[in-house]
Structures are given as structure tokens and as C-alpha cells.
């Protein structure tokens, strides 16, 4: 068991014995994402009772609680990443898709920040989709859109797309949104309250479709994109 005393010493990587919720800021409620057991971080920083932490996997920058990593981390180096390229990731696409509709089957709401299951935001619910078959990629949305190789999209206009491509929504300045492609258009995905079905559903790209929650996505359609290799847990600029 590590001693509460190492825990800030920036450089130091850690394993999880179970998961542990990962905060946007240094202190408050703000869930950021939840961090699977198994999974690696380097801590970077403290301030009062949380340590600023990188995760190995998808290198994204979160705060844990101090205590909580003191009682469920080990000192442990952090593995190498398999590097997939195209060919391996397609081969592991129907289990991407498997885990996705598994999670719909499942009661379940939107949970900002969630990635444990049952309760996901849209994009935790896509990176474990892919984690769970092997394939890290970035945490948020808008980086999972910067990550992805471009896929031409419009509503209506979807023969290029594949199932396990990613679908982007949001605003013209920002990616705000991402959703799983299952074919011919359909995607699922974990949508809020607001403008969604308050977990995860299914809906399409067809113009239509009446839906309000269709509706509401296809409005704010951004583009399309297919992933082309795992991420190797660099940071990416924000």
C-alpha cells in the first residue's frame, strides 16, 4: 500500500486496484470521467486533498482524490500500449458494436463524465465501447473528432460511412457530441435530458425522420469519422 507522503511526487505512475471517479478541477463536485481498476496514471501536481493526474491510456489530464488513490493504488510502471493499425481495428469492430448495444439493453440515464457503465455521456460511452475490445482512443468528444480520419457526411447522405465510424455533432466552432455508427445512417449513442433520450437510444441521419431528438442532432451534424489507429496515450493540445 503506498503512503499518502509519496503520493504527490510528480513523475510517479500508478495502477488501480477499483475504480475511482476523476474530477475536472482541483476542488468541487465536476465529474470528469471515471477510471476503470487495471488503469494506469502519472500524477503531476497536488493542491489541497487532490493530485493533478495524466491516465496512461488516453493521456487525459483529470484530478483525483488523494486519499482514494492512497488506498486503492499501487506503484506500478505503466505498460506499453499496443500500437493497431486499420486492419486490427476493423477486425474488432463487431465487438465494438456488441458492447454499444449491450449498454442500450441496460437501465440506464446520461451521466456527465460517466464511463464505468451502466450510466455513460456520449463520448465515455464510445471510448470504453472501443477500450473493452482494445483500442484506446482520445477521452471528449471534440478530440475524438480530431482524431478520427475524416469521413464525408450529410443528412441523408451516409453511403461512405461504415458501422464503427464515429459521428460528430455540436456548433461550427466546437464538437459538443459523438455518436457510434451502426449502419445505413443509424447511430447510437448516450444523449441528456435536453435534446435526447436521457441514455443511450438509437437514431439516423434521414431526413425524414421527424423524431425530436433526431431532429434536434441532424440540425447540429458536423461531420463523420473513422478510426484509423489506436491512441498511444500522448496528450492532445486542447
Given at each position: ?59 487525459y ?97 451516409t ?22 455508427h ?19 437510444g ?37
Amino acid at each position: 500500500m503506498a503512503t499518502l507522503g509519496t503520493l504527490p511526487a510528480p513523475g510517479r505512475t500508478w495502477t488501480l486496484t477499483r475504480p475511482l471517479p476523476a474530477y475536472s478541477r482541483s476542488q468541487g463536485p465536476g465529474l470528469a470521467t471515471e477510471i476503470h481498476a487495471g488503469r494506469h496514471l502519472r500524477v503531476l501536481d497536488s493542491a489541497a486533498s487532490r493530485l493533478r493526474v495524466r491516465l496512461h491510456e488516453d493521456g487525459y489530464p483529470c484530478w483525483v482524490e488523494a486519499l482514494a488513490l492512497e488506498s486503492h493504488g499501487q506503484a506500478a510502471p505503466p505498460p506499453p500500449l499496443p500500437r493497431l493499425d486499420r486492419a486490427r481495428i476493423a477486425a474488432r469492430l463487431e465487438a465494438v458494436l456488441a458492447f454499444a448495444e449491450a449498454a442500450r439493453h441496460q437501465p440506464n440515464r446520461y451521466l456527465w463524465g460517466g464511463t464505468l457503465g451502466p450510466d455513460f455521456d456520449c463520448s465515455g460511452l464510445v471510448q470504453s465501447a472501443f477500450a473493452q475490445a482494445g483500442i484506446w482512443l482520445p477521452r471528449d468528444a471534440y478530440l475524438q473528432e480530431r482524431f478520427c480520419r475524416p469521413v464525408a457526411v450529410a443528412s441523408g447522405v451516409t453511403s461512405l460511412l461504415l458501422p464503427g465510424d464515429l459521428i460528430f455533432f455540436g456548433t461550427p466552432r466546437r464538437c459538443t457530441h459523438v455518436a457510434l455508427h451502426l449502419g445505413g445512417g443509424r447511430y447510437l449513442h448516450s444523449s441528456g435530458r435536453q435534446h435526447g433520450r436521457d441514455g443511450i437510444g438509437i437514431d439516423d441521419l434521414n431526413p425524414r425522420n421527424q423524431d425530436p431528438v433526431a431532429c434536434h442532432y441532424r440540425a447540429e451534424l458536423r461531420g463523420a469519422g473513422r478510426v484509423m489507429h489506436s491512441h498511444d496515450g500522448s496528450p492532445l493540445p486542447p
